[in-house]
């Protein structure tokens, strides 16, 4: 009796866990959400990105939906929810992600031929401003709000390194770097915080005669743009995320992909690679996100 009970035993057990990992097998993700940083208006994005998405879709034979918000404040509380299985945002959301929510970096943008950008002051070549002290008690609109990585955080920074404080200087904001540079040709501004490459941006180019402006300081170059993905997300996935978009560049239909969303490529970065942005928020916003 006692051994018929110890062999029912065992075949109950093994019939539990065989059915345990037949069903962890079978699990499968039916979609990921996308979200993209409102870098740009939200119907400009979409257009932008979806043949990315698409592609994407194609490849790892998944649904992926793109979604969008109108502002920086509804974009971070989906990241915050962890709404967003990918996500593409500055490197002060991926670092505060990284450490709040377990987001963990995959790529990084190429743009207009560059793997990293800085930070800058911009003036008028004619504003007789030829040293970041001149900029004291002066007027400096800064692109995009506090939460913008190289024309806020960085640029900061820099005023920082030049012994100006808070209140040495008039704070204002614009709504994205190339609407504070062109605030600034039209002198409704003495100074521009935004990125090393914003003269460079055809829309920039389009609004103002980009030789009439100068960068007055410009930070150490650091990683561009990052892509991250939801701590939940099987290894696998990931990596054939990563090498799927890593590949775009090597067919002519990727390029065109790449071309609509406004960049040459994809590169794999890793979190060390974002150490230097932490040091400086740590240093500008007094915020600790070193692992």
């Not at 592609?55 to 939906?65: A, D, G, H, V």
């Not at 808070?166 to 990125?195: C, M, V």
């Not at 997300?233 to 065109?256: C, F, H, R, T, Y």
Request: hydrophobic share 40%; glycine share 6%; no cysteine.
């Amino acid at each position: 009796m006692k051994t018929i009970s110890f062999f029912l035993v065992i075949s109950i057990f093994l019939v539990v866990d065989k059915s345990s990992i037949a069903g962890e097998a079978s699990i499968q993700v039916e979609s990921l959400k996308l979200g993209i940083f409102p870098r740009r208006g939200a119907a400009t994005t979409d257009q932008m990105f979806q043949p990315l998405v698409q592609s994407l879709s194609e490849q790892l034979n998944i649904t992926i939906s793109l979604e969008t918000t109108h502002d920086f404040a509804s974009f971070w509380q989906k990241v915050a929810k962890q709404e967003y299985d990918i996500v593409h945002f500055n490197q002060y959301h991926y670092v505060k992600s990284h450490a709040k929510y377990g987001y963990q970096v995959i790529v990084q943008n190429v743009e207009l031929g560059h793997d990293t950008i800085a930070g800058a002051i911009l003036v008028r070549r004619d504003s007789q401003i030829n040293s970041l002290q001149d900029l004291k008690g002066k007027k400096i609109v800064f692109g995009g709000g506090r939460g913008a990585m190289q024309a806020y955080i960085t640029a900061t920074y820099l005023l920082r390194l030049a012994g100006l404080k808070q209140g040495d200087y008039f704070e204002h904001f614009a709504l994205n770097p190339p609407k504070a540079s062109i605030a600034t040709y039209y002198r409704q501004a003495t100074a521009a915080g935004a990125g090393n490459y914003v003269l460079d941006l055809p829309f920039v180019k389009k609004q103002i005669n980009t030789d009439e402006m100068k960068y007055l300081a410009v930070s150490q170059p650091m990683a561009h743009l990052p892509w991250a993905v939801k701590q939940s997300m099987p290894k696998k996935q990931m990596i054939q995320l990563k090498e799927a978009m890593i590949d775009l560049v090597n067919s002519k239909k990727g390029k065109d992909i790449l071309k609509a969303a406004r960049i040459d490529k994809f590169l794999p970065v890793t979190d060390r690679d974002y150490r230097p942005h932490r040091e400086i928020i740590n240093k500008v916003l007094a915020e600790n996100y070193f692992p």
